[in-house]
């Protein structure tokens, strides 16, 4: 069985322009791009897989959200994978050792030592081997026109990150990030004289120095007195609003008073803090690069599509084939 881990590249090639299960719907040509066809089994077997994928990955509304809004691009995305293959065939780029090292990675990966154990794998998923390979050749085959076309031309100065940074700087600020332990007490657990009662006994104790973690771990309700009450390291915001007002104006080793929250009370202990603080350039230099790279190959790609289609022959025949 292909792994999780790398059944995305699967699907990617199982859903790419040709689909592999056979079809039974009538061939009827939906699109003429170039001197290639788009046919309505092509397309049925596209929007098929696209949709099995969706249904395995969401449910209810984002569902429906995404099924609609990616079976209105099924043909237009087809037509650009096509344009793109035609476009690599004919700049005779050559993807033959970018296939082979895809093909060893995923046999590696799933513990798969031939490829007559791979082509076994691909056909209890319902795929052949031959039409998966023609397939990953396509998609790689895109990839490097992509890369050739765009990719590489894509430069990014260094007064470009700069001034993002400069104009960005809210991005780059880590929020104050608090280390805790806690002793909780449940609501439900006893009634108002014996919580009370409880609650001085801690007190008394913390005053006479006993240890915090200890105490949590013999009196507290529920999991945390496992783990002798460490909350572990907590970014501002991530706390509930009521304990982080109680230890807004802690010092580390300081115990707040108890609070009442999430159907129980805390006292809660700050051991370590560290201050919200802005993140140097150097240190987030490679994430603005990241961004800024992403926008501008957004940009050209966008322009690269645009410039094959107008060049392009392109008619289509009908624009909701399944009529959904």
Known sequence: MISK???????????????????????????IVNDDIITLSQYKEYHDSLYQLLRAQLQGEEFEKQYTKLKGEILDNMITELLLLQLAKEKRLNVSEQVRATIEQIKKENNIESDEQLRRELGRQGMDYEQ??????????????????VDRSIVIED???????????????????YKLRAIYLSSDERGEDERRALMKEIENRIKAGDDFGALAGQYSDGPIRESQGDLGALKKGELDATLQAAIARLRPGETAAWVQAKAGWYLLKLEEKKDSRLKSFEEVKREIEEKIFSEKRTQKMKDFLEEIKKKSYIKILKTNPLNL
Not at 144 to 149: D, G, I, N, R, S
């Open 5 to 31: 881990k790398n059944s995305a590249v699967f699907v990617v090639i199982f859903i790419s322009l040709f689909g592999s299960a056979a079809s039974e719907v009538v061939e009827e040509i939906i699109a």
């Open 132 to 149: 998966w390979l023609k397939h990953l050749e396509d998609n790689l085959l895109r990839q490097a026109l992509v890369f050739t076309e």
């Open 159 to 177: 007064s470009e990150s700069v001034n993002y940074y400069k104009s960005h700087s809210e991005e780059f600020v880590e929020p104050e990030e």
